[in-house]
T-cell receptor, first 114, second 111 residues
Framework: NAGVMQNPRHLVRRRGQEARLRCSPMKGHSHVYWYRQLPEEGLKFMVYLQKENIIDESGMPKERFSAEFPKEGPSILRIQQVVRGDSAAYFC????????????FGSGTRLTVV | GQQLNQSPQSMFIQEGEDVSMNCTSSSIFNTWLWYKQEPGEGPVLLIALYKAGELTSNGRLTAQFGITRKDSFLNISASIPSDVGIYFCAAVSSNTGKLIFGQGTTLQVKP
């Protein structure tokens, strides 16, 4: 039973390019959460999705960032026109039921914008 | 907004020593969690606390949910080199239902 799978593990983008981060939840999990971690800091909530629905996107920057969790396939966090300040580790977590806060995190995608 | 203040920021201890770290807030929470993160990996849940005053152990780890519901602590007894990592407290926001993280405590253990 594979855990939460994130890819790529490392992603380098030039300023202005698009970054696409993928997250496949654990088998049977239909709730996905994205968090961002800046160096030397804790994790900051970005968005909570269920299949085909965005439940809470209050932590998402208003521009350039979007997330989806389609009926088939992984959840995608998309950052358009990346800037240096977007450099961070992005973690995805999944849970089986809403409110199950001991959810499982993936290993993260480390985005570097050059 | 709601935030968690975690201390100490870092610890450098000798193998075999006990470790204590804590997390405080001005807000009340109904669930406290403790995670460990190793380099290049995501956080892994260590202990979950759901009731004020609850004391829960997981091997050499013991955590308590403060009676005021505004704090929690984590103790590690008889530390070993593999305890090295960053320990995060987290709590569920009663306003939003989201998981809020502390800033982390970096633990280094000298063999």
């Amino acid at each position: 039973n594979a855990g939460v799978m994130q890819n790529p593990r490392h992603l380098v983008r030039r300023r202005g390019q698009e970054a696409r981060l993928r997250c496949s939840p654990m088998k049977g999990h239909s709730h996905v959460y994205w968090y961002r971690q800046l160096p030397e800091e804790g994790l900051k909530f970005m968005v909570y999705l269920q299949k085909e629905n965005i439940i809470d996107e209050s932590g998402m920057p208003k521009e350039r960032f979007s997330a989806e969790f389609p009926k088939e396939g992984p959840s995608i966090l998309r950052i358009q026109q990346v800037v240096r300040g977007d450099s961070a580790a992005y973690f995805c977590a999944s849970s089986q039921v809403s409110g199950d806060y001991g959810y499982t995190f993936g290993s993260g995608t480390r985005l570097t914008v050059v | 907004g709601q935030q968690l203040n975690q201390s100490p920021q870092s610890m450098f201890i000798q193998e075999g020593e006990d470790v204590s770290m804590n997390c405080t807030s001005s807000s009340i929470f109904n669930t406290w969690l403790w995670y460990k993160q190793e380099p290049g990996e995501g956080p892994v849940l260590l202990i979950a606390l759901y009731k004020a005053g609850e004391l829960t152990s997981n091997g050499r780890l013991t955590a308590q949910f403060g009676i005021t519901r505004k704090d929690s602590f984590l103790n590690i007894s008889a530390s070993i080199p593999s305890d090295v990592g960053i320990y995060f407290c987290a709590a569920v926001s009663s306003n939003t239902g989201k998981l809020i993280f502390g800033q982390g405590t970096t633990l280094q253990v000298k063999p």
